[in-house]
């Protein structure tokens, strides 16, 4: 290691730049975290709090140095349309269930990390993932169009209300448009100088320019005031099936926010070589989500944009975060009332900025130029733009799972062979050289064992069994590191089956999880069946060794 990094000056540079970032990406974090509030039709201070425990519990207890901790545009759509199918107009109980539903978020991230299941990072299908993403976000921007031009609109259903925005077309607000397009005009200007938080600069000068033109006087609204008392929730009182439904959501909601984060976090551990754990960030997302959940605050996850901005501003560590909450905070005791006076329409450019920005076809190209997953993508889409947010969310969930299951349930056995004079043995169908070891079938599950193959891919090897002239058979479990119940049964069925043909059973690659419980049964016990962690090469040596007439 470079002992310059060790140095006082050095480490006084690191120092600095997280300063200087943290002061950066501040200006970026707050209007967007009281705009995702407007998205989610919470009160201002949900995203503002959810901004507070998202820096602090990821600084504190993450792992990425780059990845900052916030209220998503996903998330606070996806809480938006699920608290309205519950509470309909009643906003206190709005206000409730979305307190209980980033509990049970925050809950689900917890057991996760405890368990130990961030390996699970590709449940979501990446193309589901940005299919839903895109999708999402054209319906965030119409919806915010809507919002400030004063159209109501009464259909999730994007294909219904464009007719309905169009149809009211004579009726819009033109001031509170206009004030929107000049707010993207300096959005637009903002970003082409590095480092200057446009989000603050438009709000400043959004209050500057309510107050001075008299803003409200022309139909423009204000986003009002902004409550920051801390005060502990109370679960709302629910039936059992509606606690059931919340449960759901969090689970989908869980499963988009860790596949984002996780996205963000291993792009720029990857770029820079870091060493991240994704069972820790589990478990830093987990005690986010309660922190904000216990106050009142939004669901939260680490934004691809908020933490590419960190990484731009020149942030070394996570102390960048810290500074940001330290510096946001220093905003809200100070400067809090006048927050309040901006005009909405400029928050809603805030967030038709933010999104525009990720609305890039090329992501989704290049799906239809490899030729793979086309369907998936359009298909995510569709389903947003048709079913709207929450439905399509649940969709877009379900056609990963069940992507994932046709997968793992579609595997087939290999017929092995020995390549060349190596110890390597390969799938014979697509390698052609390969030689066989004279009496032994050499054969291995292409996907893991679980209850959907099992009995399938097992049956499949025993005909493969009996159309062989072999006498002993090296079964390779390398892809299966533990084994599910179902498993267990057809693989103790299998051992059967293997000693009423005659024939010797070795198990190569046994995992430990797995060796324990196919110890413990009755049919391994037989002197035909052999348990082993060796590779397969050592599997088929210990096979002619024990059965020489093989």
């Excluded at 320019?209 to 902004?226: E, K, M, S, T």
Aim: proline share 4%; with cysteine.
């Amino acid at each position: 290691m470079n002992t310059e990094t060790d140095t006082p000056v050095v480490a006084a540079s690191k120092r600095t730049q997280d300063i200087i970032a943290g002061l950066s990406i501040a200006g970026l974090l707050l209007p967007e975290a009281v705009a995702y509030s407007s998205i989610a039709a919470l009160p201002p201070q949900a995203g503002v709090i959810a901004l507070f425990a998202g820096l602090v519990c990821y600084g504190l207890f993450g792992t990425s140095r780059f990845a900052i901790v916030s209220a998503t545009s996903s998330s606070a759509a996806v809480l938006a349309a699920a608290t309205a199918s519950l509470a309909g107009d009643d906003p206190a109980l709005r206000l409730s269930l979305a307190f209980g539903l980033v509990l049970i978020i925050g809950v689900f991230f917890l057991l996760a990390g405890l368990f130990k299941l961030g390996g699970v990072t590709s449940f979501i299908a990446k193309p589901v993932l940005r299919g839903f993403a895109f999708g999402l976000a054209l319906t965030i921007i119409l919806k915010q169009l809507a919002s400030v031009v004063g159209v109501q609109l009464t259909d999730n259903n994007l294909i219904r209300f464009l007719p309905q925005l169009l149809e009211q077309l004579p009726n819009w607000n033109w001031p509170a448009a206009l004030v929107a397009a000049v707010a993207l005009l300096v959005l637009w200007l903002c970003a082409r100088v590095p480092r200057l938080p446009g989000g603050l600069v438009v709000i400043v000068l959004g209050v500057i320019a309510g107050q001075g033109l008299n803003l409200q006087a022309h139909g423009v609204a204000l986003i009002g005031l902004i409550d920051l008392r801390l005060e502990l929730g109370h679960l709302p009182v629910l039936p059992f099936a509606d606690w059931l439904r919340l449960g759901e959501l969090a689970f989908a909601l869980v499963m988009i926010l860790y596949a984002e984060s996780y996205g963000s976090i291993s792009s720029f551990a990857l770029k820079h070589g870091d060493r991240v754990s994704s069972n820790r960030d589990l478990l830093a997302l987990g005690a986010a989500n309660l922190v904000s959940g216990l106050f009142h605050g939004m669901p939260t996850g680490a934004g691809y944009s908020a933490t590419s901005a960190n990484e731009a501003a020149g942030a070394y560590s996570r102390l960048a975060g810290i500074v940001a909450a330290l510096v946001i905070l220093a905003i809200v005791l100070t400067v809090l009332p006048y927050v309040a006076l901006t005009p909405e329409p400029v928050l809603a450019a805030v967030v038709i900025y933010a999104l525009g920005r990720g609305l890039s076809l090329q992501p989704l190209g290049r799906y239809f130029l490899w030729r793979r997953d086309r369907l998936l993508v359009v298909c995510a889409v569709a389903a947003v733009l048709v079913l709207g947010v929450l439905d399509g969310l649940l969709l877009s969930v379900g056609i990963s799972v069940v992507l994932m299951l046709r997968q793992m349930s579609a595997a087939d056995i290999q017929v092995l062979g020995r390549l060349g004079d190596t110890h390597d043995f390969v799938d014979r169908q697509h390698h052609a050289d390969a030689l066989t070891v004279p009496g032994v079938l050499i054969i291995r599950p292409s996907e893991a064992l679980f209850f959907a193959n099992a009995e399938r891919i097992l049956g499949a090897a025993l005909r493969l069994m009996r159309q062989s002239s072999a006498q002993t058979v090296v079964l390779s479990l390398e892809e299966s590191p533990d084994l599910d119940g179902t498993s267990v049964e057809a693989l103790a069925a299998f051992f059967a089956q293997v000693r009423g043909e005659g024939k010797q059973l070795v198990l190569a690659r046994v995992r430990h999880d797995a060796h324990e419980v196919l110890q413990a049964l009755p049919e391994a016990q037989a002197p035909e069946v052999l348990l082993s962690g060796l590779s397969v090469d050592g599997a088929v040596q210990l096979a002619l060794h024990s059965h020489p007439q093989a």
